[in-house]
């Protein structure tokens, strides 16, 4: 009996199971654009207050329910106002239109010379078969209704002042837009080098001889002039070839682009060596290049030189090259370099007349001590070519010897040798002259008081 009852349980179970199965409901939402009846995907629908699911690429959701009661759903989506409604249980399909929300589009138009607002110029909106004109107030604006996630056209004119047309996109939310207005007669100059196109600042533009300003740090000049007639133009900037041109400026252009041409300058370079003289036949290299040689006063000219920075390498044989950069910027601009002289190493050897080495021998270099010669009777150091030097040697018994030398470039080592002779003893010459004197004026008196004493001899013979 228990048994029995257990499975009638279980069979009326299944049977409610089956029942309510059998009468679940799908529901289809699909979400459009009431506009252009485009599909929305990614809208959010909430199920009886509950956050249901995301629309699909498609824009829609499936939704499954017992059927036993009616379906409160809402559809919400940036940009667009909340869709709501109570479906009934025994709806399979709804299709939601969503509107786009009311936004305001405010344009503000400024003057691009004295950044003043326009006021008075007619703003004319086109968009989704809608049109709407209004005129800016004192302020420059004006305001008009617009819809959310909606391309927008807008055609602009004002008195005096070039037309411009601009496309604007209304996102989700309130948009202020901001444009200039170019002045009708006002026209652009841009000035540029015409080997690196970069900007020229501070480049004089004259229109029909009237100066009308000066570039600026982008080399553009902005200026008032008439339309529809010809016009001469001159641009003038130090360092270039100045630019003259007839034109007409038409009711369409806006700008006038024109490229210098760098105006050859010429510079002078110099060379000179460390004794402020000269250097006759020294190679000038210019960006890598052998661009001279200097003549015998040691100038090269070059008159070819434009405005601008040159590396610059001068070199000659038994000098020390010199590089460094020159900005010429005048015209006849003056470069001087000075060469310092090579050096030589030389080596000095001293000795006696027989070639026997003196060691400890003081050489003086212009008179100045210098060094000693070592065990070998030498002496190195260092000596510039070209230069005059006048070389000592002077030791203690020694006579000093001197020469003057001059080092011509040829060779990197250079020697000479100096001949020492022994010095008189002048202290034992004259100690001997002393001696020799008083022996002779010994002998002188001892002669003297001989003489006398054989004088008062009395001989025999005489008594």
Not at 393 to 421: C, H, P, R, W
Not at 423 to 429: A, K, R
Request: proline share 3%; glycine share 6%; aromatic share 8%.
């Amino acid at each position: 009996m228990f048994r029995q009852r257990n499975r009638l349980i279980f069979v009326l179970l299944c049977t409610l199971l089956l029942c309510s199965s059998a009468y679940a409901t799908v529901l289809q939402i699909t979400v459009v654009d009431s506009t252009d009846n485009t599909t929305i995907p990614l809208a959010a629908v909430f199920l009886n207050g509950v956050d249901y699911a995301r629309t699909d690429t498609n824009g829609q959701v499936f939704l499954t329910h017992p059927g036993l009661d009616d379906q409160l759903i809402r559809v919400s989506m940036p940009g667009y106002t909340d869709w709501e409604k109570l479906v009934d249980k025994n709806e399979t399909s709804v299709l939601v239109n969503l509107s786009r929300k009311s936004l305001f589009l405010t344009v503000t138009l400024y003057d691009s010379d004295s950044l003043g607002s326009v006021a008075g110029a007619r703003v004319n909106l086109s968009g989704e078969n809608l049109t709407q004109t209004n005129l800016t107030d004192a302020g420059g604006s004006v305001t008009f209704e617009v819809n959310a996630t909606t391309l927008y056209s807008l055609a602009i004119t004002a008195p005096d002042y070039l037309s411009r047309e601009n496309v604007v996109d209304i996102g989700t939310d309130d948009k202020d837009a901001q444009y200039w207005l170019l002045p009708s007669n006002r026209f652009s100059f841009v000035i540029k080098d015409k080997d690196g196109l970069m900007a020229i600042p501070d480049a004089e533009v004259r229109i029909d001889t009237i100066l009308a300003g000066k570039t600026d740090a982008r080399g553009v000049l902005t200026t008032p002039i008439i339309r529809g007639k010809v016009h001469t133009i001159e641009i003038n900037k130090s360092g270039y070839q100045t630019f003259n041109e007839s034109k007409v400026i038409n009711e369409t252009d806006a700008l006038y682009s024109v490229v210098l041409t760098k105006a050859p300058l010429g510079a002078f370079i110099s060379v000179f060596d460390e004794n402020q003289a000269p250097v006759n036949g020294t190679e000038i290299y210019i960006n890598g290049t052998l661009s001279g040689i200097t003549n015998q006063f040691g100038r090269s000219t070059f008159p070819n030189l434009v405005s601008g920075s040159y590396a610059v390498d001068v070199r000659k044989t038994g000098y020390v090259s010199l590089n460094r950069t020159i900005s010429v910027a005048n015209s006849g601009e003056e470069f001087t370099f000075e060469m310092p002289f090579e050096n030589a190493d030389l080596t000095i050897f001293v000795e006696e007349k027989d070639q026997k080495m003196l060691p400890n021998v003081t050489i003086l270099i212009n008179d100045k001590i210098s060094g000693f010669t070592d065990d070998h009777g030498q002496y190195s150091t260092k000596v510039k070519f070209n230069t005059l030097y006048n070389i000592t040697a002077a030791k203690d018994t020694y006579q000093t010897v001197s020469i003057q030398k001059q080092f011509v470039q040829g060779n990197a080592s250079v020697s000479i040798t100096l001949v020492m002779e022994k010095s008189l003893d002048w202290g034992l010459i004259t100690l001997i002259v002393i001696g020799a004197a008083g022996i002779l004026v010994l002998l002188g008196i001892i002669r003297m008081f001989g003489g006398r004493k054989r004088r008062h001899v009395v001989r025999k013979n005489d008594i």
